[in-house]
Antibody, heavy 124, light 109 residues
Framework: QLQLQESGPGLVRPSQTLSLTCTISGDSISTGGHSWNWIRQPPGKGLEWIGFIYSSGATFYNPSFKSRVTISLDRSNNQFSLSLGSVTAADTAAYYC????????????????WGRGTLVTVSS | ETVLTQSPATLSLSPGEAATLSCRASQSVGNFLAWYQQKPGQAPRLLIYDASNRATGVPARFIASGSGTDFTLTISSLEPGDFAVYYCQHRTNWPPMYTFGQGTKLEIK
């Protein structure tokens, strides 16, 4: 059974870089052609997709984050990471990692498996 | 970018009643529409994908329909655990992009 676990600092200073890691257990990040996603949710608000990385290493990002975001793979540790630069208070949110799923041999690019989320506060 | 508008913002019902939640897209999204349930302090849970397909383990009382711009999630007989926030979500295949509705809070009356 796939499990995802986010980790990283809970407090980041304004203008600094937010860095989070999602550790995968129960499957390998290198198999299956899945997309490994980051999604965030400001306190009391809705969900916002940040971007994903395929197991191949190709990345796609929400244009709203422009050049601030990087998602990367660490195959040796079965992890993927999020880096979000030049943060402001508006980046305060719960950050989730999530994966799509395969059913009857077809990849469905919606989010079936989620981590529990980690709250990151941007404040001086 | 496609905007998803959910209605109502809040729905107050009693256990045993039926709930009808709506999601309207600003342009046609085909059937690339998913529904999620989120309880306080928890990650969202996928309920429906491709507009009408229940995800693994989702009870049959969750029924979804629609295509194009108008989608509906119906919960046929509410159970206490169904009171939560529900989000619709659209995805595009190329370039990949995901957008969420603002959510409908289903609360106990």
């Amino acid at each position: 059974q796939l499990q995802l676990q986010e980790s990283g600092p809970g407090l980041v200073r304004p203008s600094q870089t937010l860095s989070l890691t999602c550790t995968i257990s129960g499957d390998s990040i290198s198999t299956g052609g899945h997309s490994w996603n980051w999604i965030r949710q400001p306190p009391g608000k809705g969900l916002e997709w940040i971007g994903f990385i395929y197991s191949s290493g190709a990345t796609f990002y929400n244009p709203s984050f422009k050049s601030r975001v990087t998602i990367s793979l660490d195959r040796s540790n079965n992890q993927f990471s999020l880096s979000l630069g030049s943060v402001t208070a508006a980046d305060t949110a719960a950050y989730y990692c999530a994966r799509d799923f395969e059913i009857y041999g077809v990849m469905v690019r919606d989010f079936q498996d989620w981590g529990r989320g980690t709250l990151v506060t941007v404040s001086s | 970018e496609t905007v998803l508008t959910q209605s109502p913002a809040t729905l107050s019902l009693s256990p045993g009643e039926a709930a009808t939640l709506s999601c309207r897209a600003s342009q046609s999204v085909g059937n690339f529409l998913a529904w999620y349930q989120q309880k306080p302090g928890q990650a969202p849970r996928l309920l429906i994908y491709d507009a009408s397909n229940r995800a693994t383990g989702v009870p049959a009382r969750f029924i979804a329909s629609g295509s194009g711009t108008d989608f509906t999630l119906t919960i046929s007989s509410l159970e206490p655990g169904d009171f939560a926030v529900y989000y619709c979500q659209h995805r595009t295949n190329w370039p990949p992009m995901y957008t969420f509705g603002q959510g409908t809070k289903l609360e106990i009356k």
